[in-house]
Structures are given as C-alpha cells and as structure tokens.
C-alpha cells in the first residue's frame, strides 16, 4: 500500500487558551504567575462550571518545595500551543531528548489518514527509527549507574507476607536478561507473541520486558478473567507460550490461577483447530502447601528453574548476556485486549515507538515525576494503565515504585495508606471506585496513617465525581497535594484530557481540566458537526493523531476503522461524551453507551450518579434505564449508602430531590434502590447490564439471562440486588 502523507493544518488556539494568553500574559517578561496571581485567576473564572466545580490553584506547599518541569502557565501555553501547530519537531526533540535510539528516525516524522473516504485509517511516527523499550527501561540506566536503585517494592496481599521484596534496577536487568533467554531457547521469536497470565507481582512487568527485549509481542490477560476470556485471547492473539503461576491470594481467597490456566488450554486445543499451547512456565508464588499444582509434563515448567538454568557468563561480569533486538518503531509491541459492543474482546495492538515516547513523557509531566521519587499506582498490569504507569512509562523515567499484589481494603480499610506510610510513597495513582470505597470508611480510618510523604494524588479509570474529589483532595491529601484526575483509554497509551500540576493553572473538582501535549480534542453534536465554542456538550473526539494512538485491532483492521473512525470522517472517535465548560475546562460525562434518552433529552448515566453521590447519604451510586410508557426511557437508580445509614422511603426521597437540585426534573429516577453492593469487575468497574437486566427481568434473573460474568468479582452480588430489588417491590 502506498503511504500518502497529510501534513497537519496549522490550528487555532482553543478559546481557553486564548483567553488566557490576552488575560493573564500581557506582561512580555512575566514568566510565572505568583500565588497571588494563580487565586486571582482562580476566582476571576467563571463559577458556573456545574456542582461543586469552583477552581481550585496548584497547592502553594507543591509549587514552593517541589522542581517543576513545566514552570509556569505560560511555558504549558507555549508548549500546547506548539505541540499542536508543529507536531513533528515538538514530538521529534522529545523523543531524541529523553529517549534512546540505536538508528534515528527519518523525516517525515509523522504519516497518517484520519479520513476514512481517503483511503485506509493508518497512523506512523517516528518511522525508520530503531529502539528497544526494554533498554530505555533498564539498560540505559544501568548503564549511567543506577542499578542500585530500587525499581520496585513488591508488597504481598497479606501484611507479614513472603512476597514482600525489593528488587532493584540491576536485579530487574538481570531477571529480564534470563527469561528472555529461557524463551529464545524455547523457539521464540521476533514477532511471535506470549500470553502472560500472573498477578501484580514483579515476574509480570518483568515478563513483559523479556518479551520486549527480544521483539516478542505480548498478551497480558489480567489475573482475575476465567479460563474463558483466558482461552479466548490466547486463541486470537495464537499464543503458543503462557506464563502463569500456582495461584494468588486476593484477600483471604485462594485463586488457583494454574487450575484456569490449564482449563483454558483445554479449551484451545478443542477450539483451536490444531492451535495448542507448547510451553507453560508457572512461577511458584503460594507454595504446595497453601495452592498444590499438577504439572504436566514436556509442557509445563517452573519459572525458577527455567531461569537457574540460564548459564552466566563469568568471563565478565555475574549478570547474563542478552542482546536487545533493535526494533523498528512501528514494530507490534504488545496487544492488550478491552472490552467490545459487539461481546467479542477487542486487541488493541500498541507498536514500539510511538507508545514508548507518549507512556513516558505523560508520566514524566502529568505527575511531575522527579526520579528516585516513589511511585504508586494501584492498577494491575493486566490493564492499560499498569502498562504505561507501573511498567513502560514509569521504568522509562527511572521510577522508583511500589507494586501491590493485594487487595487496597485487605485486611482494613486503611491498607492503602499503610503501605503509603511504610515506603514513603510521594506519588499515589488510583482508581475512583477506591477513592470512593475509602470514603465510605469515613475520616476516622485516616487518622491511623500519616500519609505525610504525599506530594501528589490521582485517579483515572472513570470519572471522579465532585464529591470523592473534595474528599480526595481535603481528606487524604490535606488540600496540599494536586489531584490529578485523568481521561484516557486502553487505545490511547496515556493519559489525554488531564489536571496538570503547573503553577498557575487551576484543578476543578470532576474535571479532567487540559488536553495534554500534542492532544487537540473536538467535541461534536449528533450530526458529526464541531461545536468550537465553550459551555457545550457532545461526542468527545481526537482530530490529530498523538504517537500513542493504537494502531489496529489485532487480526481485524477493518473493524478498527469502522468503531472509532467511520462515524465521523476526519476523527477519532472516542466513545465517550463530554462537556466544555464556561472556561474551557474538560468534564468527561461517561460512555456515551452509558447514556439514556429521556423524553428525547440525553443524560449522562455518570452525570446522575454524580449527583447522587453527591448525597450525603450515599457511598456509591449507579443508574440504568427502563422502558417508560410516557418517556421512551426512564432512570432507575441503586444506591450503596455508607455506614450506619438506615434505608428509608424518606431517604429515597430525598436522593430523587437531590437529582432534581443539581440536574433537573428530567434526571429524576424513578426508584431508588438502597443495596449493601454493585456488581463490579475485578478491576472496580460496574457492571451495569446485570442491573439493568435485573430491572428489565422485574427481579428474576436466569444464569443464563445474566451472560457472561467471568469478569464478575463477587457472584454473590447479584443474588443481594435481586433480593433488594424484590424486597422493594413486595415480591417473593
């Protein structure tokens, strides 16, 4: 196929960005905004931004005691603004700055089709040149002395646990070395991909890192799917090697992960039409005792005499010699499966270069990350965001991390902010779902933990309503760490639509405030037209390609055209709705598969459940529609409360007269249903077709009716929402 070259059209500056640059930077020789100035321009915005969404200045504790690599407002303006004029150079110096490459990368430094009536969607950056993430990762700084430093501090599910261990950089070079070689000697090869199937525990970045080092394309299936979805990826990715392990504990729950894994290649050898997994490496992280395994002979072998077995080079040094393969940057790094409308996974393949360069200079601006500083984000590495901020973006940046195997609530609630105090962890990255579980704990939980050591909190995944946000920020951060909450995908590598921790810019409570670098966000109506002005709602859509764009879906490149660029030519289509207030700032309101009609108005299902958390009554929170004779749809809410809060038909009340306060009559539900839980994912999310399908089956639920929930953490959830739900009703 011929490449055809679209050069980027010089764009305007976006409205917000224009206002700032005639408000606050008329001075020529003003280079940063004072404290004074940053409250000044915080109250001078505009305060009709929704609930709760006052602006909110970058504490004045982190911009005085903390190095900043965007120093001031004016330097993010001028490299926005650069970022998205003059793509190629912004994107060129970054990478050859902070990055190594063993060929350089040839003009043009960018190619791309976004236009679908123009021929193939494609997108290339950076082509030509060679690199290894792997050595960006460790190599590079080991090789400049810092193979004492700790890469990561792995802490157990229990608190006195086994797995508590500290592995530094050099250790992580040498362990990466070893198991790339063991899967040379095993027949693989450039290109050939390995499903890895562990919990968040070290062997997983660090199988990860072997499969890159040597050009093989990795899977990772997080631990908590079944031997289903298991069996399914390995069979779409065709996986011939997988590493797992005996099994892991989540709370005081044994998973034998070795059992599903072993279900799962039965499944392949009925399904696969010869397909067959050759080799399974099982890392022994229980022990005989707590998970007893069967293995399987000539298939399966233990991780830790597969890697004794690697010889060492003596002759120079004690550590094993591993050439890198030098990859091309287009070259398929890993695939990383997310959900699709259609039932069947999504691969969504990710190349070398591009996603190398947006993971880590997203890591090194969206925190203001400073190496040796200690990391922590709370995502597995079975999700994009492990990926890019516990693995690749995070190692690239010489990050210093704590990775947790557990549960954040195992055994109390405050274990997130022990293992904060217990690392001095500065940097904390989490799920809202968990911010919101904290919450519900209450303030007395916190005054257990000092968490004196923060100097920035985050959240990503979902949106973060306004009130976890204040709790977030006031409670656990004591108003003096930046919140950086987030929007962005599996797809996208990184974050996208983010708060900044730059002097002189503001946060507001439930946004996601700025586009990052090189990110040029449209929001368009129904009929694909580009709404430019601020206060306006729609369709969340990226016009110019960023170099962490995925670039197919694995197997199905036509599939990946139509679901994110046949509906609005010219555009990547998100999914996702999203507004722009008064002031330019970005709210991200939900999937816009999320939304329901009623009487032919859209409402966010986020936008609702925002509100009724927003409660004080209620922990967490979460809507689905029914069909209404008279509205075409209408909102049933399920509502957790917190702790000590009786269930009342006042209470429900009340929570519709909230909807009503802070959305409209139109938003109102029409029932409230108290519940002790929500059917969530192993991962946080919830799982609203079951309570839809709950409210659609009028309580009575068949198995068979509910489909597929292997991602399902808790079964038992299902059986409690049913019984509340007839309960309310006075059904039997």
């Not at 890895?196 to 199988?207: A, G, Q, R």
């Not at 100097?455 to 003096?480: C, D, M, Q, T």
């Not at 809507?623 to 075409?632: Q, R, T």
């Not at 509910?706 to 399902?712: A, K």
Request: hydrophobic share 40%.
């Amino acid at each position: 196929m011929q490449l055809a070259r679209h050069k980027l059209q010089l764009l305007s500056v976006p409205l917000w960005l224009r206002r700032w640059n005639e408000s606050l930077w008329k001075k020529e020789k003003e280079t940063r905004l004072s404290r004074l100035g940053a409250i000044a321009f915080a109250h001078q915005v505009s305060g009709d931004v929704g609930r709760n969404s006052e602006p909110i200045p970058i504490p004045e504790e982190f911009v005085k005691n903390n190095k900043h690599h965007v120093p001031d407002a004016r330097t993010y303006y001028e490299m926005y603004k650069r970022s998205v004029t003059e793509p190629e150079s912004f994107w060129s110096e970054i990478a050859k700055r902070d990055f190594y490459w063993h060929k350089p990368f040839s003009s043009p430094v960018l190619n791309y089709n976004f236009d679908i009536r123009k021929g193939p969607i494609f997108v290339e950056w950076f082509k030509g040149g060679k690199t290894n993430i792997c050595y960006n990762a460790l190599d590079r700084h080991v090789e400049a002395g810092f193979g004492d430093q700790v890469a990561y501090y792995a802490e157990g599910n229990h608190l006195n646990d086994s797995g508590h261990r500290v592995v530094t950089y050099s250790e992580m070079l040498d362990k990466v070395k070893r198991l790339a070689l063991a899967l040379k000697a095993r027949g693989v090869k450039k290109g050939d991909t390995v499903a890895i199937y562990l919990p968040n525990i070290p062997e997983l970045p660090i199988s990860m890192l072997a499969c890159a080092r040597i050009g093989a394309i990795h899977s990772v299936v997080f631990a908590g799917f079944s031997a289903e979805a298991l069996a399914e990826r390995i069979l779409d990715a065709k996986s011939r090697i997988l590493i797992t392990c005996d099994g892991v504990m989540r709370g005081d729950k044994v998973i034998e992960l070795k059992g599903l894994a072993d279900a799962a290649e039965e499944l392949v050898w009925e399904r696969g039409d010869g397909h067959l997994v050759d080799r399974q490496i099982v890392v022994q992280r229980l022990g005989p005792e707590i998970c007893p395994i069967g293995m399987k002979s000539k298939r399966d072998e233990w991780y830790h005499q597969v890697i004794d077995k690697v010889s060492t080079n003596h002759s120079s040094s004690s550590s094993v010699e591993c050439p890198v393969e030098w990859m091309d940057a287009e070259d398929p790094l890993f695939v990383l499966y997310t959900s699709g409308s259609t039932g069947k996974p999504k691969g969504v393949v990710h190349t070398v270069g591009g996603y190398m360069v947006y993971a880590a200079t997203t890591f090194k601006y969206i925190f203001n990350y400073q190496p040796p500083q200690v990391f922590f984000c709370t995502a597995d590495c079975g999700w994009i965001t492990g990926h890019s901020y516990t693995a690749y973006g995070a190692l690239c940046n010489r990050a210093t991390q704590v990775i947790f195997e557990g549960v954040p609530t195992y055994p109390s609630a405050d274990r997130l902010w022990k293992i904060v105090d217990k690392y001095k962890v500065e940097y904390v990255y989490t799920a809202p779902t968990l911010v919101r579980a904290a919450m519900r704990a209450g303030d007395d939980i916190l005054k257990k933990t000092s968490r004196k050591t923060l100097k920035l909190i985050g959240g990503a995944g979902e949106p973060l309503n306004p009130e976890a946000w204040h709790w977030f920020y006031y409670s656990v951060g004591e108003g003096r760490c930046p919140l950086i909450d987030s929007w962005w995908q599996t797809e996208t590598s990184g974050a996208m639509l983010t708060a900044l921790p730059v002097p002189g810019l503001v946060q507001k409570p439930g946004s996601v405030s700025y586009p990052f670098f090189g990110v040029v966000p449209a929001i368009l109506n129904d009929e694909g037209k580009e709404l430019v002005e601020d206060g306006v709602s729609g369709q969340l859509c990226i016009k110019k390609p960023w170099p962490g764009i995925f670039r197919t879906i694995l197997h199905n490149h036509e599939r990946y055209e139509k679901a994110y660029f046949a509906k609005f030519p010219g555009y990547y289509v998100s999914g996702d709705g999203c507004r722009r207030d008064a002031d330019g700032l970005y709210f991200v309101t939900g999937r816009l598969d999320d939304v329901i009609n009623v009487s032919g108005h859209r409402i966010g299902t986020a936008e609702v459940e925002s509100a009724l958390i927003g409660n004080r009554s209620a922990a967490e929170a979460a809507v689905v529609p029914i069909p209404h004779e008279l509205k075409g749809q209408g909102i049933v809410a399920f509502v957790i409360l917190k702790q000590g809060i009786p269930a009342t038909a006042e209470l429900e009340e009340e929570m519709k007269k909230t909807v009503r306060v802070n959305i409209g009559p139109i938003a109102v539900p029409e029932r409230v249903y108290f519940t002790p839980s929500l059917p969530k994912t192993r991962s946080g999310k919830i799982m609203r077709r079951i309570l839809k399908t709950i409210v659609e089956k009028q309580g009575h639920v068949s198995k068979q009716a509910l489909g597929d929930i292997s991602t399902l953490a808790d079964p038992q959830a299902v059986e409690e929402l049913m019984e509340v739900y007839n309960k309310s009703n006075n059904k039997q």
